[in-house]
Protein backbone atom coordinates (compact mmCIF):
# COMPACT_ATOMS: atom_id res chain seq x y z
CA UNK A 1 0.00 0.00 0.00
CA UNK A 2 1.39 3.49 -0.77
CA UNK A 3 2.38 5.82 1.77
CA UNK A 4 3.46 8.64 2.42
CA UNK A 5 5.59 10.44 5.47
CA UNK A 6 6.49 13.90 6.21
CA UNK A 7 9.41 14.39 8.50
CA UNK A 8 8.65 17.24 11.25
CA UNK A 9 4.88 18.85 11.43
CA UNK A 10 6.77 22.42 12.35
CA UNK A 11 9.89 23.56 10.35
CA UNK A 12 11.60 27.23 11.35
CA UNK A 13 13.93 28.82 8.80
CA UNK A 14 15.45 32.61 9.00
CA UNK A 15 14.39 34.77 6.23
CA UNK A 16 16.93 34.00 3.69
CA UNK A 17 18.00 30.67 5.07
CA UNK A 18 17.26 27.43 2.61
CA UNK A 19 14.01 25.93 3.09
CA UNK A 20 14.11 22.24 3.50
CA UNK A 21 10.89 19.87 3.67
CA UNK A 22 11.28 16.04 3.91
CA UNK A 23 8.98 13.82 2.42
CA UNK A 24 9.34 9.91 2.24
CA UNK A 25 6.98 7.78 0.14
CA UNK A 26 6.54 3.79 0.03
CA UNK A 27 5.54 2.57 -2.94
CA UNK A 28 5.37 -0.82 -4.86
CA UNK A 29 5.53 0.80 -8.02
CA UNK A 30 6.88 4.02 -9.68
CA UNK A 31 4.96 6.91 -7.71
CA UNK A 32 3.41 10.31 -9.08
CA UNK A 33 4.52 12.69 -6.37
CA UNK A 34 3.47 16.21 -5.26
CA UNK A 35 3.56 18.74 -3.33
CA UNK A 36 0.70 21.35 -2.02
CA UNK A 37 0.53 24.51 -0.05
CA UNK A 38 -2.07 25.79 2.10
CA UNK A 39 -1.95 29.64 3.23
CA UNK A 40 -4.08 30.02 6.30
CA UNK A 41 -7.81 29.60 5.31
CA UNK A 42 -7.01 28.87 1.65
CA UNK A 43 -7.44 25.45 0.33
CA UNK A 44 -4.28 23.64 -1.36
CA UNK A 45 -2.58 24.57 -4.19
CA UNK A 46 -0.16 22.73 -6.33
CA UNK A 47 3.46 23.70 -6.08
CA UNK A 48 5.23 20.92 -8.19
CA UNK A 49 4.66 17.56 -9.42
CA UNK A 50 6.70 14.76 -9.96
CA UNK A 51 5.54 12.33 -13.05
CA UNK A 52 9.05 10.43 -14.24
CA UNK A 53 10.07 13.31 -16.68
CA UNK A 54 12.58 14.42 -14.81
CA UNK A 55 14.34 14.09 -11.15
CA UNK A 56 14.64 17.68 -10.35
CA UNK A 57 11.33 19.53 -10.53
CA UNK A 58 10.78 23.16 -10.65
CA UNK A 59 7.42 24.78 -8.90
CA UNK A 60 6.16 28.14 -8.30
CA UNK A 61 7.54 30.48 -6.33
CA UNK A 62 10.82 29.29 -6.48
CA UNK A 63 10.68 25.58 -4.88
CA UNK A 64 12.25 22.30 -6.36
CA UNK A 65 12.16 18.85 -5.39
CA UNK A 66 14.40 16.05 -5.93
CA UNK A 67 13.15 12.54 -6.35
CA UNK A 68 15.65 10.05 -5.35
CA UNK A 69 14.48 6.11 -5.92
CA UNK A 70 17.23 4.88 -3.83
CA UNK A 71 16.25 6.78 -0.88
CA UNK A 72 12.41 6.79 -1.63
CA UNK A 73 12.55 10.53 -1.10
CA UNK A 74 10.73 13.69 -2.71
CA UNK A 75 12.12 16.83 -0.47
CA UNK A 76 10.94 20.03 -1.03
CA UNK A 77 13.67 22.74 -1.34
CA UNK A 78 13.96 26.56 -1.47
CA UNK A 79 17.28 28.44 -1.73
CA UNK A 80 16.09 31.46 0.45
CA UNK A 81 12.91 31.67 2.46
CA UNK A 82 10.91 34.71 2.16
CA UNK A 83 7.83 35.81 4.60
CA UNK A 84 5.38 34.63 1.96
CA UNK A 85 6.44 31.37 1.98
CA UNK A 86 5.17 30.36 5.50
CA UNK A 87 2.69 28.07 5.59
CA UNK A 88 1.77 24.33 5.82
CA UNK A 89 2.89 21.75 2.68
CA UNK A 90 1.41 18.84 1.61
CA UNK A 91 3.39 16.05 0.25
CA UNK A 92 1.00 13.35 -1.87
CA UNK A 93 1.35 10.28 -4.07
CA UNK A 94 -0.89 8.93 -6.33
CA UNK A 95 -2.32 9.59 -9.63
CA UNK A 96 -6.03 10.37 -9.88
CA UNK A 97 -6.40 9.15 -6.14
CA UNK A 98 -4.05 11.15 -3.63
CA UNK A 99 -2.31 9.53 -0.23
CA UNK A 100 -1.60 13.06 1.48
CA UNK A 101 1.21 13.27 4.14
CA UNK A 102 0.36 14.70 7.16
CA UNK A 103 1.71 18.16 6.31
CA UNK A 104 4.47 20.51 7.52
CA UNK A 105 3.82 23.95 9.26
CA UNK A 106 6.94 26.53 7.94
CA UNK A 107 7.78 29.03 10.03
CA UNK A 108 9.79 32.17 8.67
CA UNK A 109 11.42 34.47 11.15
CA UNK A 110 12.46 37.78 10.60
CA UNK B 1 -11.44 31.39 -15.54
CA UNK B 2 -13.21 30.31 -12.13
CA UNK B 3 -11.88 27.53 -10.13
CA UNK B 4 -13.79 25.04 -7.51
CA UNK B 5 -16.18 27.03 -6.11
CA UNK B 6 -17.67 25.47 -2.51
CA UNK B 7 -20.71 27.33 -0.40
CA UNK B 8 -21.02 27.88 2.21
CA UNK B 9 -17.69 28.76 2.77
CA UNK B 10 -18.58 29.08 6.88
CA UNK B 11 -21.40 27.02 8.30
CA UNK B 12 -22.62 26.89 11.88
CA UNK B 13 -25.10 24.81 13.02
CA UNK B 14 -26.55 22.82 16.35
CA UNK B 15 -25.93 19.18 16.71
CA UNK B 16 -28.53 17.09 15.56
CA UNK B 17 -29.31 19.37 12.32
CA UNK B 18 -28.92 18.40 8.73
CA UNK B 19 -25.83 20.20 7.15
CA UNK B 20 -25.39 20.27 3.23
CA UNK B 21 -22.15 21.47 1.55
CA UNK B 22 -21.93 22.38 -2.05
CA UNK B 23 -19.23 22.14 -4.72
CA UNK B 24 -19.05 22.91 -8.42
CA UNK B 25 -16.10 21.50 -10.16
CA UNK B 26 -13.63 23.33 -12.95
CA UNK B 27 -16.01 22.66 -15.93
CA UNK B 28 -14.36 20.13 -18.14
CA UNK B 29 -13.28 18.22 -15.39
CA UNK B 30 -14.94 14.80 -14.69
CA UNK B 31 -13.24 13.93 -11.17
CA UNK B 32 -14.34 15.45 -8.04
CA UNK B 33 -13.36 14.51 -4.56
CA UNK B 34 -14.25 15.78 -0.91
CA UNK B 35 -11.85 15.88 1.67
CA UNK B 36 -12.25 16.14 5.49
CA UNK B 37 -9.85 18.52 7.31
CA UNK B 38 -8.94 18.68 11.23
CA UNK B 39 -6.43 18.96 13.41
CA UNK B 40 -6.18 15.33 14.71
CA UNK B 41 -6.75 13.49 11.61
CA UNK B 42 -4.92 15.55 8.98
CA UNK B 43 -6.67 15.54 5.44
CA UNK B 44 -8.78 12.66 4.72
CA UNK B 45 -10.30 11.62 1.50
CA UNK B 46 -13.73 10.86 2.18
CA UNK B 47 -15.35 9.88 -1.22
CA UNK B 48 -14.18 10.34 -5.14
CA UNK B 49 -16.10 10.47 -8.10
CA UNK B 50 -15.46 9.16 -11.40
CA UNK B 51 -17.75 10.88 -14.48
CA UNK B 52 -20.48 11.41 -11.60
CA UNK B 53 -20.35 7.93 -10.28
CA UNK B 54 -19.40 7.18 -7.11
CA UNK B 55 -15.78 5.22 -7.48
CA UNK B 56 -14.46 4.89 -3.88
CA UNK B 57 -16.55 6.27 -0.37
CA UNK B 58 -14.41 3.85 1.84
CA UNK B 59 -13.29 6.98 3.86
CA UNK B 60 -16.63 8.46 4.51
CA UNK B 61 -16.97 8.21 8.08
CA UNK B 62 -20.56 6.33 8.63
CA UNK B 63 -24.13 6.63 7.69
CA UNK B 64 -24.42 10.19 8.75
CA UNK B 65 -22.89 11.39 5.83
CA UNK B 66 -23.54 10.78 2.03
CA UNK B 67 -22.49 12.22 -1.20
CA UNK B 68 -24.71 12.88 -4.30
CA UNK B 69 -23.48 14.08 -7.83
CA UNK B 70 -26.30 14.75 -9.83
CA UNK B 71 -24.57 16.35 -12.79
CA UNK B 72 -20.68 17.16 -13.68
CA UNK B 73 -21.03 20.63 -12.76
CA UNK B 74 -22.66 20.08 -8.97
CA UNK B 75 -22.01 17.35 -5.83
CA UNK B 76 -23.03 17.88 -2.49
CA UNK B 77 -21.74 16.30 0.93
CA UNK B 78 -24.70 16.04 3.43
CA UNK B 79 -24.27 15.34 7.20
CA UNK B 80 -27.14 14.29 8.75
CA UNK B 81 -27.65 14.27 11.84
CA UNK B 82 -24.63 16.54 12.16
CA UNK B 83 -22.58 15.83 15.38
CA UNK B 84 -19.82 18.14 16.97
CA UNK B 85 -17.22 15.94 16.31
CA UNK B 86 -17.92 16.55 12.18
CA UNK B 87 -16.49 20.17 12.84
CA UNK B 88 -13.68 20.43 10.45
CA UNK B 89 -12.96 21.99 6.96
CA UNK B 90 -14.09 20.11 4.07
CA UNK B 91 -12.66 20.53 0.92
CA UNK B 92 -13.70 19.48 -2.85
CA UNK B 93 -11.17 19.25 -5.53
CA UNK B 94 -11.39 18.37 -9.54
CA UNK B 95 -9.22 16.95 -12.09
CA UNK B 96 -9.57 15.05 -14.75
CA UNK B 97 -8.64 11.37 -15.13
CA UNK B 98 -7.07 9.04 -17.20
CA UNK B 99 -3.52 10.43 -17.07
CA UNK B 100 -1.77 12.65 -13.95
CA UNK B 101 -2.99 15.51 -13.29
CA UNK B 102 -3.14 18.01 -10.79
CA UNK B 103 -6.23 18.54 -8.14
CA UNK B 104 -7.72 21.59 -8.07
CA UNK B 105 -8.97 22.57 -4.64
CA UNK B 106 -11.40 24.75 -3.60
CA UNK B 107 -11.68 27.39 -0.64
CA UNK B 108 -13.24 24.64 1.74
CA UNK B 109 -16.23 25.35 3.85
CA UNK B 110 -15.23 25.58 7.70
CA UNK B 111 -17.52 23.79 9.89
CA UNK B 112 -18.72 24.67 13.32
CA UNK B 113 -21.20 21.66 15.02
CA UNK B 114 -22.58 23.46 18.43
Redesign the interface.
Known amino acids: AQSVTQLGSHVSVSEGALVLLRCNYSSSVPP?L?W?VQYP??????LL?Y?SAATLVKGINGFEAEFKKSETSFHLTKPSAHMSDAAEY?CASG????I?G??TRLKVLA | DAG?IQSPRHEVTEMGQEVTLRCKPISGHN?L?WYRQTMMR??E?LI?F?NNVPI?DSGMPEDRFSAKMPNASFSTLKIQPSEPRDSAVY?C?S?V?GR?????????T?LLVL
Open positions: YFYNQGLQLKTFTYKYFTG | VSFGLLYNDFATTVETQYFGPGR
